[in-house]
């Protein structure tokens, strides 16, 4: 072996010696393809949805009346068989003869070529900036890139707005349920006894409860002159306050084993305080698995505002959210003739796959001293 | 004596993300009829890859790239490396041919099904019998391996025997089909003392009633001097010393063997310090170059050990060893 | 050997695990891991507990660590002259007292938090007490690597950096780290390589010397046992069955359960190769342990005597050198030792 090449082994045996646990961790995610393809992807989904006034072309309230279900329109790059910079082209709008159905054609005399950091709907930044440049868009004529709904408004740009709620609005809830999990379970672990014991059957109690028509009930309860989306705001956080037994259990059957482990024993030998072991001894060794259960839990939360939305039960409209948009094509005849309307079930689908993927690679990765 | 089995040159390796481990490399031995070969080494030595790749129970990772596993069965000769694992030759031989006993018997049985029920299926696997006579030979084994009330421990469930009435189960179920070759790995380590001498005495036992030759892998030197005839010694996935039992701690001769048997604490020779060897174990992504031991040697030769591997050398009647110190050049 | 004075005086220690069952959690039996043992301890000594598995000896270093809290009995310990009864105190009062006990794990590998750095680690029981931090605790650890034969530098790893024997090394030197007076070494060799033993046991004779440490040294295997211990107190289902100097226990055994573990020992020497019966029998169940002398079952030399009485814990060996035994016929036996094979 020649020097150069000892040396280089040396250094990187030495990188693991000192690697603490977290890079270890990294190290180890990284080599995951399919979570860093999903971490990527999420990524790109959260900025879309956090910037969304910016990256929709379209005030997604604002209605096309001329253009009620409007198929989208194909982005083309070669005009005559030479490359252009991307364009759209207009519609031709006929009518069925029998069915009076308005039939949408591509016009190739209307040419709108694509441009970014346009000019367009004037919006309100994060409700502070008044501004009206979108990060792409026409400047004439219309660009619907997937398509119109019934009232003639812009799909995509509800989807983005929809990405904002449907991926955040529940977040809250999640780390609400997290703290309280943490919580309550590590007590319960720690301190077992009829605390442990009051704990566990007040978890059964609580996860015996069925939550449709608690939701129901809650969606009903609150004041009346919330807005729609305040309102199921205040029903995540409420059953999030029902939602914490399950990692509850789990913290606690960690705590559990924890607490007899060995060096939680040398620990506490040594003499260091109660505070001192849960937080630098115990919960260190939790938060890995912590991490990895709530990225898979925030897919079951954009999973409940869809399904319930779709029921009618979360958000109605005007409110936007997936789940929403959804409810909007809930008919054969809308899948039958308007397909793009199901658009926003690919973004369901595609992120909470991100998800898992993540969670995955995350909880794969948690472990680097096994094996 | 007959040869039953013959390792040639064996070498398997793991692909791990760290890299690969050489975990057996070129480990040759060979085993006669009704002999107790005892193989010791410390953990990592690659005493039980050497087992699971003569049974071919090895981990995915693990792949055999070299050598052969001759196995007399009957008159023809097979190579178990040419076999597919999960072939239907491969499956006759294993439990039949050649079985094994392990170190936690608990693992081996399915807790889901009672010990005479797993019994009866692995004899009715091999053996073509009807039920009751199946049953009639494991209660017959279980007799022979000393256990009381045979008839109710045929019908409880794993968790309801101590280890070491599993493991004389265990051992029972290996027997009953009076396999050619029996590999037992660390089969003693998990018990306590007073039972790790009941099944040592037991095995002395039934090896001179039945013929099985007898693979014994420990880390235990007191073990080995009790049960085996032959001893190979291994380190670092390579056997540097093989030995007649009475030789072996007679004379050692490989630095290896000797600092080993000086290091152990024995009864009846008190002594305030012990003879330790320096150094710790190589990291097995990172084998020394030379012989695998030269860093840890007493007798280590620079310029020589450091650089070239040696070969093994026959110092007496079957006693050979892998040292310089000895020729092997 | 045991010439200091008394260290500490374990009297009556007992300790029950309840088995509960049912929704209201009843108690309906108890495990009785350790079952009125007593014994002194010697300053600068070695007292070995040796017994299968189940037979207490663990439990018994909880209980004087007090990691776990005794049922009933006595833990006297000798501060500056005065014997502090360890089991009564509170976990407060329990506080400064603990750099005077310190214990070394069985498993190297699950004794070290993985998260932690060599220098936390070693420096964590310096830290809590506040005797040391910052630039002074880095040099506080880099002693105790020193002693325990680690390289200084190596404070910035993490424990996955290191091997057994090497992770052994850093789980001694955390012990030593408040200077204790007792130490209790929990099978510190049991899950190490054999080439590695020698190492480990070597550091802990030369440490107790070096610091003047006791030792009480929990193993279940003789030989090691026999190799560092000046007396050994032999344990089955919870009680002491006997206690006598190494010499003397090793060579002329007087209770019948010493004598069988002795020979079950293996022996590294072939030609030892004896014909002896091992006892039958496992150990009972300590939930329900036999009558009388709870050995009586595997007992080759039981009469009904030991079946119905429980036999004293007594002296019967010579004024300067005390030999205690649990058997009704522990003068009448002539028992095989190690030395008469």
Same mark, same amino acid.
């Given at each position: 072996?020649?020097?150069?090449?000892?040396?280089?082994?040396?250094?990187?045996?030495?990188?693991?010696?000192?690697?603490?646990?977290?890079?270890?961790?990294?190290?180890?995610?990284?080599?995951?393809?399919?979570?860093?393809?999903?971490?990527?992807? /999420?990524?790109?989904?959260?900025?879309?949805?956090?910037?969304?006034?910016?990256?929709?072309?379209?005030?997604?309230? @604002?209605?096309?009346?001329?253009y009620? +279900?409007?198929?989208?329109?194909?982005?083309?790059?070669?005009k005559?068989?030479?490359?252009?910079?991307?364009?759209?082209?207009?519609?031709?709008?006929?009518?069925?003869?029998?069915?009076?159905?308005?039939?949408?054609?591509?016009?190739?005399?209307?040419?709108?070529?694509?441009?970014?950091?346009?000019?367009?709907?004037?919006?309100?930044?994060?409700?502070?900036?008044?501004?009206?440049?979108?990060?792409?868009?026409?400047?004439?004529?219309?660009?619907?890139?997937?398509?119109?709904?019934?009232?003639g408004?812009?799909?995509?740009?509800?989807?983005?707005?929809?990405?904002?709620?449907?991926?955040? %609005?529940?977040?809250?809830?999640?780390?609400?349920? !997290?703290?309280?999990?943490?919580?309550?379970?590590?007590?319960?672990?720690? +301190?077992?006894?009829?605390?442990?014991n009051? *704990?566990?059957?007040?978890?059964e109690?609580?996860?015996?409860?069925?939550? %449709?028509?608690?939701?129901?009930?809650?969606?009903?309860?609150?004041?009346?002159?919330?807005?729609?989306?305040? *309102?199921?705001?205040?029903?995540?956080? %409420?059953?999030?306050?029902?939602?914490?037994?399950?990692?509850?259990?789990?913290?606690?059957?960690?705590?559990?084993?924890?607490?007899?482990?060995?060096?939680?024993?040398?620990?506490?030998?040594?003499?260091?305080?109660?505070?001192?072991?849960?937080?630098k001894?115990?919960?260190?060794? /939790?938060?890995?698995?912590?991490?990895?259960?709530?990225t898979?839990?925030?897919?079951?939360?954009?999973?409940?505002?869809?399904?319930?939305?779709?029921?009618?039960?979360?958000?109605?409209?005007?409110?936007?959210?997936?789940?929403?948009?959804?409810?909007?094509?809930?008919?054969?005849?809308?899948?039958?003739?308007?397909?793009?309307?199901?658009?926003?079930?690919?973004?369901?689908? *595609? &992120?909470?796959?991100?998800?898992?993927? *993540?969670?995955?690679?995350?909880?794969?990765?948690?472990?680097?001293?096994?094996? | 004596?007959?040869?039953?089995?013959?390792?040639?040159?064996?070498?398997?390796h793991?692909?791990?993300v760290e890299?690969?481990?050489?975990?057996?490399?070129?480990?040759?031995?060979?085993?006669?009829e009704?002999?107790?070969?005892?193989?010791?080494?410390?953990?990592?030595?690659?005493?039980?890859?050497?087992?699971?790749?003569?049974?071919?129970?090895?981990?995915?990772?693990?792949?055999?790239?070299?050598?052969?596993?001759?196995?007399?069965?009957?008159?023809?000769?097979?190579?178990?490396?040419?076999?597919?694992?999960?072939?239907?030759?491969?499956?006759?031989?294993?439990?039949?041919?050649?079985?094994?006993?392990?170190?936690?018997?608990?693992?081996?049985?399915?807790?889901?099904?009672?010990?005479?029920?797993?019994?009866?299926?692995?004899?009715?696997?091999?053996?073509?019998?009807?039920?009751?006579?199946?049953?009639?030979?494991?209660?017959?084994?279980?007799e022979?391996?000393?256990?009381?009330?045979?008839?109710?421990?045929?019908?409880?469930?794993?968790?309801?025997?101590?280890?070491?009435?599993?493991?004389?189960?265990?051992?029972?179920m290996?027997?009953?089909?009076?396999?050619?070759?029996?590999?037992?790995?660390?089969?003693?380590?998990?018990?306590?003392?007073?039972?790790?001498?009941?099944?040592?005495?037991?095995?002395?036992?039934?090896?001179?009633?039945?013929?099985?030759?007898?693979?014994?892998?420990?880390?235990?030197?007191?073990?080995?001097?009790?049960?085996?005839?032959?001893?190979?010694?291994?380190?670092?996935?390579q056997?540097?010393?093989?030995?007649?039992?009475?030789?072996?701690?007679?004379?050692?001769?490989?630095?290896?063997?000797?600092?080993?048997?000086?290091?152990i604490?024995?009864?009846?020779?008190?002594?305030? #310090?012990?003879?330790?060897?320096?150094?710790?174990?190589?990291?097995?992504?990172?084998?020394?170059?030379?012989?695998?031991?030269?860093?840890?040697?007493?007798?280590? %030769?620079?310029?020589?050990?450091?650089?070239?591997?040696?070969?093994?050398?026959?110092?007496?009647?079957?006693?050979?060893?892998?040292?310089?110190?000895?020729?092997?050049? | 050997?045991?010439?200091?004075?008394?260290?500490?005086?374990?009297?009556?220690?007992? @300790?029950?695990?309840?088995?509960?069952?049912?929704?209201?959690?009843?108690?309906?039996?108890?495990?009785?891991?350790?079952?009125?043992?007593?014994?002194?301890?010697?300053?600068?000594?070695?007292?070995?507990l040796?017994?299968?598995?189940?037979?207490?000896?663990?439990?018994?270093?909880?209980?004087?660590?007090?990691?776990?809290?005794?049922?009933?009995?006595?833990?006297?310990?000798?501060?500056?002259?005065?014997?502090?009864?360890?089991?009564?105190?509170?976990?407060k009062?329990?506080?400064?007292?603990?750099?005077?006990?310190?214990?070394?794990?069985?498993?190297?590998? &699950?004794?070290?938090?993985?998260?932690? #750095?060599?220098?936390?680690?070693?420096?964590?029981?310096?830290?809590?007490?506040k005797?040391? @931090?910052?630039?002074?605790?880095?040099? @506080?650890?880099?002693e105790?690597?020193?002693?325990?034969?680690?390289?200084?530098?190596?404070?910035?790893?993490?424990?996955?950096?290191?091997?057994?024997?090497?992770?052994?090394?850093?789980?001694?030197?955390?012990?030593?780290?408040?200077?204790?007076?007792?130490?209790?070494?929990?099978?510190?060799?049991?899950?190490?390589?054999?080439?590695?033993?020698?190492?480990?046991?070597?550091?802990? !004779?030369?440490?107790?010397?070096?610091?003047?440490?006791?030792?009480?040294?929990?193993?279940?295997?003789?030989s090691?046992?026999?190799?560092?211990?000046?007396?050994?107190?032999?344990?089955?289902?919870?009680?002491?069955?006997?206690?006598?100097?190494?010499?003397?226990?090793?060579?002329?055994?007087?209770?019948?359960?010493?004598?069988?573990?002795?020979?079950?020992?293996?022996?590294?020497?072939?030609?030892?190769?004896?014909?002896?019966?091992?006892?039958?029998?496992?150990?009972?169940?300590?939930?329900?342990?036999?009558?009388?002398?709870?050995?009586?079952?595997?007992?080759?030399?039981?009469?009904?005597?030991?079946?119905?009485?429980?036999?004293?814990?007594?002296?019967?060996?010579?004024?300067?050198?005390?030999?205690?035994?649990?058997?009704?016929?522990?003068?009448?036996?002539?028992l095989?030792?190690?030395?008469?094979?």
């Amino acid at each position: 072996m020649a020097i150069n090449e000892r040396v280089t082994k040396r250094t990187k045996v030495e990188e693991i010696y000192l690697a603490s646990e977290w890079k270890l961790m990294w190290w180890r995610f990284k080599k995951n393809k399919l979570a860093i393809v999903g971490l990527v992807v /999420l990524f790109v989904l959260y900025v879309l949805g956090i910037f969304c006034e910016f990256f929709a072309p379209y005030n997604p309230e @604002k209605i096309y009346s001329a253009y009620v +279900y409007a198929p989208p329109q194909k982005v083309h790059f070669f005009k005559d068989g030479k490359l252009t910079r991307p364009f759209v082209y207009g519609f031709k709008i006929e009518r069925d003869p029998q069915t009076l159905r308005r039939i949408y054609k591509e016009d190739p005399s209307k040419v709108y070529p694509i441009k970014f950091f346009v000019r367009g709907d004037e919006y309100k930044f994060w409700g502070m900036w008044k501004t009206n440049l979108h990060f792409f868009g026409v400047e004439r004529g219309t660009m619907f890139l997937l398509g119109t709904d019934r009232m003639g408004r812009d799909v995509l740009s509800r989807v983005l707005y929809g990405a904002r709620i449907s991926t955040t %609005i529940g977040l809250v809830g999640v780390f609400l349920s !997290m703290m309280l999990g943490i919580l309550i379970g590590g007590v319960s672990g720690y +301190y077992g006894g009829w605390v442990d014991n009051f *704990v566990q059957r007040s978890i059964e109690f609580i996860r015996s409860i069925p939550t %449709i028509p608690l939701w129901m009930a809650l969606a009903a309860a609150l004041p009346r002159y919330w807005s729609q989306v305040k *309102v199921y705001f205040g029903i995540t956080v %409420i059953l999030s306050l029902v939602g914490w037994t399950g990692l509850a259990r789990v913290v606690r059957s960690k705590f559990l084993a924890l607490k007899e482990e060995d060096y939680v024993v040398a620990a506490r030998l040594a003499g260091a305080s109660e505070f001192r072991v849960i937080f630098k001894h115990m919960l260190p060794a /939790l938060t890995s698995h912590l991490i990895a259960s709530v990225t898979l839990a925030i897919p079951g939360m954009i999973l409940g505002e869809t399904g319930l939305s779709f029921l009618g039960l979360g958000l109605r409209s005007p409110a936007i959210s997936w789940g929403v948009l959804l409810q909007e094509a809930q008919n054969i005849r809308t899948v039958a003739l308007y397909p793009w309307l199901l658009s926003p079930a690919f973004f369901v689908i *595609v &992120t909470v796959l991100c998800f898992s993927f *993540v969670g995955d690679g995350l909880r794969d990765a948690a472990d680097p001293y096994k094996t | 004596m007959r040869k039953v089995l013959e390792v040639r040159n064996l070498r398997t390796h793991f692909e791990l993300v760290e890299g690969t481990v050489r975990a057996v490399d070129g480990v040759s031995f060979q085993l006669n009829e009704g002999e107790v070969l005892g193989i010791v080494g410390e953990s990592g030595c690659g005493k039980s890859v050497t087992a699971q790749s003569i049974m071919r129970i090895l981990p995915k990772s693990a792949r055999i790239v070299d050598g052969e596993i001759l196995f007399w069965n009957q008159q023809d000769v097979v190579d178990l490396t040419k076999l597919d694992s999960e072939g239907e030759q491969m499956r006759n031989i294993r439990g039949k041919d050649i079985a094994m006993i392990f170190q936690e018997p608990a693992a081996c049985f399915a807790p889901v099904y009672t010990v005479g029920e797993q019994m009866i299926e692995a004899i009715l696997l091999h053996e073509d019998m009807s039920k009751q006579e199946a049953r009639r030979l494991a209660l017959k084994m279980l007799e022979k391996v000393k256990i009381p009330n045979p008839e109710s421990v045929l019908d409880r469930y794993s968790f309801q025997l101590s280890g070491g009435m599993l493991q004389r189960c265990m051992i029972a179920m290996a027997l009953s089909l009076n396999p050619k070759v029996l590999i037992a790995d660390e089969p003693t380590t998990a018990l306590d003392v007073t039972i790790q001498a009941q099944i040592i005495y037991l095995v002395n036992q039934l090896q001179k009633e039945y013929s099985s030759a007898i693979m014994w892998i420990t880390h235990d030197m007191g073990v080995i001097a009790q049960i085996s005839d032959r001893v190979a010694v291994m380190y670092l996935g390579q056997i540097v010393e093989t030995a007649p039992v009475k030789d072996l701690f007679r004379n050692p001769l490989h630095p290896y063997t000797r600092a080993l048997l000086r290091s152990i604490p024995r009864l009846a020779r008190r002594k305030k #310090k012990l003879e330790a060897i320096k150094g710790v174990v190589p990291d097995p992504y990172n084998l020394p170059i030379g012989c695998r031991y030269h860093n840890r040697c007493d007798s280590f %030769i620079q310029g020589l050990c450091d650089e070239r591997e040696p070969t093994e050398v026959e110092v007496d009647v079957a006693h050979r060893v892998k040292c310089f110190l000895y020729g092997g050049r | 050997m045991a010439t200091g004075h008394k260290l500490l005086e374990v009297r009556n220690l007992k @300790k029950y695990f309840p088995i509960e069952k049912g929704f209201f959690k009843r108690v309906v039996a108890y495990v009785k891991a350790v079952d009125g043992i007593s014994f002194d301890l010697f300053e600068g000594e070695t007292l070995a507990l040796v017994g299968e598995s189940g037979c207490g000896k663990t439990t018994t270093a909880r209980c004087i660590l007090r990691a776990i809290d005794p049922t009933e009995g006595q833990i006297l310990l000798n501060i500056d002259g005065r014997m502090v009864d360890v089991a009564k105190l509170s976990r407060k009062e329990l506080k400064p007292l603990r750099r005077y006990m310190q214990l070394i794990f069985q498993n190297p590998y &699950t004794s070290l938090n993985p998260r932690l #750095k060599v220098k936390e680690i070693v420096g964590e029981p310096l830290f809590v007490n506040k005797i040391a @931090k910052g630039k002074e605790l880095e040099e @506080k650890v880099a002693e105790l690597l020193e002693a325990v034969g680690l390289r200084p530098e190596y404070m910035v790893r993490y424990p996955h950096a290191f091997s057994g024997g090497q992770r052994q090394r850093i789980v001694i030197a955390r012990a030593l780290a408040l200077r204790p007076r007792l130490v209790i070494c929990d099978e510190p060799v049991a899950a190490l390589d054999v080439s590695i033993r020698a190492q480990i046991l070597n550091l802990l !004779m030369e440490l107790q010397e070096k610091f003047k440490l006791t030792y009480i040294f929990i193993s279940h295997d003789l030989s090691v046992v026999q190799h560092v211990s000046d007396r050994v107190a032999v344990m089955y289902l919870g009680r002491i069955v006997e206690l006598a100097s190494t010499e003397e226990l090793f060579d002329s055994p007087k209770h019948p359960y010493t004598e069988s573990l002795l020979l079950s020992v293996p022996k590294p020497d072939p030609e030892a190769v004896e014909e002896f019966r091992p006892i039958e029998g496992e150990v009972p169940s300590p939930v329900n342990p036999p009558s009388g002398c709870h050995f009586h079952p595997r007992c080759q030399y039981a009469e009904e005597v030991c079946r119905t009485t429980v036999p004293e814990f007594r002296d019967v060996g010579l004024l300067e050198n005390p030999h205690y035994v649990a058997c009704h016929f522990a003068e009448r036996l002539s028992l095989k030792g190690v030395r008469q094979l």
